[in-house]
């Protein structure tokens, strides 16, 4: 398997070198020469795999020449202690992520990706440093994913004051070779300030850098796992694929889902379902791609008005491709904090905020006409299955006033006892240069 940078396809690298460098040279982002399918045997038995065998085959062909098959094997079982189990709520399905280190989807890409990173820089004697935007749960799960790996070190940028407490300290509060910067700014702010150190020649020269957000392929492959394993479970032997909505921020976790789409999972329709940051269910509409500044919400981790994996989806597909794959919609705060309320009378199931999103999403385009009616449920000729994301716990300070007490998961407990420890800085590359260079002295 070969990648290539979206803004230049005469030029292929390896896995290992898309990995670690993270952002290609041209500033593009690396996708796959092609996409490999599953074989007959995987496709057949998704339904039934356990989670870490159904990443092993979705992973193996986009890494092979690189890392072996029996390596492979044990970085999954390693990586994935924990599922990512299908449940049934109300009148569809729930895909639970949240049920790893740091609660968050985002354990499944960095928990891989630390792995990865680990075999492929082993007899390497300079160090790496890691560079990674976060708008919510990237930055936890991936300082816990790298945290006490030797040889690398991480710096996680955040928008100061625009994550939750509990994010804050699952990203500042770790120490060792985490450190944390809080950025007078936005995500987007923080997002270009990463990409311009990769672009920085004094950078490129001190340091040895790579990302570890979604722009970088290694923590998006791994993600198409869940959506085959969930497509699987609730699909069964019925001939019919799942619709999968996606709560949609920067959009790397539905390329992965596409990815997953074009592998071969039984997958009939994606539904990207943003915040009021709604730049791409607005190029669904009318074809224009408009990136703009993004606008807080309740549903933090979704803020970005410039998502950078919308590069990934317009290099595979044409706008009118995605029309037919992809329906977009978009949620507001007021429908959030209605749907959290409701979801839990009606359900007694709590709903964080970016689920929340992507729920009421699915009752818009239900009553627009746009989705078949319910229930979408077990047994049904349309399954349909919302991705939680996030542990409503994460969210507390929003969802407990809408439904009371929200039971916290150990991994939580443990980390609201940290105390987080950043350094902040304006949303200028020349803050951000003089600060890395001033680590390395």
């Not at 057949?44 to 092993?56: C, E, K, P, R």
């Not at 094997?73 to 009148?91: I, K, R, T, W």
């Not at 959030?336 to 689920?355: E, M």
Request: with cysteine.
């Amino acid at each position: 398997m070969h990648y290539y940078s979206t803004r230049d396809k005469n030029t292929a690298v390896s896995f290992a070198d898309a990995a670690l460098g993270g952002l290609a040279p041209d500033g593009g982002l690396y996708v796959p020469e092609t996409i490999p399918l599953y074989s007959g045997a995987v496709k057949s038995s998704l339904g039934t795999m356990d989670y870490a065998d159904i990443a092993f085959e979705t992973i193996k062909p986009w890494v092979e020449a690189d890392i072996p098959n029996a390596v492979l094997e044990d970085m999954v079982h390693s990586a994935y202690p924990f599922d990512a189990p299908l449940v049934s709520v109300g009148d569809r399905f729930v895909l639970e992520l949240f049920h790893g280190p740091t609660a968050a989807f985002k354990d499944f890409g960095a928990r891989f990706m630390a792995r990865s990173f680990s075999y492929l820089r082993r007899g390497e004697g300079k160090p790496l440093k890691i560079l990674v935007a976060t708008s919510g749960d990237t930055g936890g799960a991936v300082a816990d994913g790298f945290y006490g790996v030797e040889g690398i070190s991480v710096t996680v940028l955040y928008p100061k004051g625009r994550v939750s407490p509990l994010q804050e300290r699952q990203i500042a509060g770790l120490g060792g070779n985490i450190s944390a910067i809080a950025v007078e700014g936005s995500f987007d702010d923080c997002q270009s300030l990463v990409k311009q150190a990769f672009g920085d020649e004094v950078l490129k020269k001190r340091l040895v850098l790579s990302s570890a957000n979604s722009i970088n392929v290694s923590r998006l492959i791994p993600q198409a796992a869940y959506y085959s394993a969930g497509a699987g479970r609730a699909s069964g032997k019925q001939k019919t694929g799942l619709i999968v909505c996606v709560p949609s921020g920067n959009f790397g976790n539905l390329t992965a889902g596409l990815y997953a789409f074009k592998m071969g999972a039984p997958i009939n329709l994606f539904i990207a379902a943003t915040n009021i940051n709604k730049t791409v269910p607005d190029f669904l509409e009318n074809g224009k791609y408009e990136a703009r500044k993004s606008q807080a919400t309740l549903s933090n981790a979704m803020d970005v008005g410039a998502p950078s994996n919308f590069e990934r989806m317009a290099a595979h597909f044409s706008w009118e491709e995605m029309r037919r794959l992809i329906l977009g919609v978009y949620t507001d705060d007021e429908d959030t904090r209605k749907t959290i309320g409701a979801v839990y009378r009606d359900c007694a199931y709590f709903l964080d905020p970016h689920t929340a999103v992507g729920w009421h999403g699915v009752d818009k385009l239900r009553d627009s006409g746009a989705l078949p009616c319910g229930p979408w449920g077990k047994g049904s000729e349309n399954p349909l299955a919302v991705l939680s994301t996030a542990h409503p716990a994460k969210f507390a300070e929003t969802v407990e006033t809408l439904t009371g007490p929200v039971p916290l998961p150990d991994s939580l407990k443990k980390a609201m006892d940290r105390k987080a420890e950043a350094r902040t800085i304006t949303a200028e590359f020349e803050a951000l240069k003089e600060l890395l260079l001033g680590n390395t002295l």
